[in-house]
């Protein structure tokens, strides 16, 4: 077996008790304070900031360090209503015909419905990709390990990355996604889309459902 080829810990910082349970409750606050956004202002975001977040989401563990995603940024608008379209005609049949009464039931105090418009609103769409193979140097066909569980977490990580920017996402998910393939001319064979991010500022005076976040008691357990 070929020994693995170590560095040195890059991050060799250490902080104190103290300091990390202050720099645990700063970030806390930051994220108690992201929500899912529908209302979408128009303005532009630069592809810089977007591109230093999808990096971020870059640096997320994966199996076998495989790296299993591709993100597609999406602000051609064109392309953005093309999207919309083929979404909102999967969510429609889903509405209206496919979805249990439980899920439709659990929906509610959110307000969703088939209706889509800020696929075309919003600045950025990130097309987020699990890649069920790859290629070694030579050009032969790799498997990749818990691709899906690896994708999960860099999705965690942008969404984070992007609260961090001041921009304001939504996370959404057609059933079937297959048409992204198709529109980003992704292959089919090697990837299937994992999500669709919606990325931009929040609209002058966008509101959000009131929700209440389980508390740490409900949310963990200690041995």
Known sequence: M???????LPDGRRLSDDEALQAARDFHAL???????????ARSVPREVIEACIGVAGTAPSGANQQPWH?????????KRRIREAAEAE??????????????????????DWRKPFLETAPWLIA???????RDAAGGKVKHYYPAESVGIATGILITALH???????????????????????????????????????????????????????ISSWI
């Not at 070929?2 to 040195?8: A, D, G, Q």
């Not at 429609?92 to 659990?106: I, K, M, N, T, V």
Request: hydrophobic residues 40%; neutral net charge; without cysteine.
């Open 31 to 41: 994220m108690q304070r992201r929500r899912t956004v529908r209302d979408f202002d």
């Open 164 to 218: 961090t920017a001041g921009l304001a996402t939504l996370t959404h998910t057609p059933s079937p996604m297959g048409f992204l393939n198709e529109i980003l001319g992704r292959p089919a064979d090697s990837e299937r889309p994992f999500l669709l991010l919606v990325v931009g500022h929040p609209a002058e005076g966008a509101r959000v459902p009131s929700i209440e976040r389980k508390p740490i008691e409900a």
């Open 91 to 112: 969510e429609r049949e889903f509405y209206e015909r496919r979805a249990p009464d439980e899920w439709l039931q659990a929906l509610e105090p959110i307000g969703t």
């Open 2 to 8: 070929t020994e693995p080829r170590t560095i040195p």
């Open 71 to 79: 993100f597609v940024a999406v602000s051609d608008p064109q392309v």
């Open 128 to 134: 987020i990709f699990v890649r069920k193979w790859g």
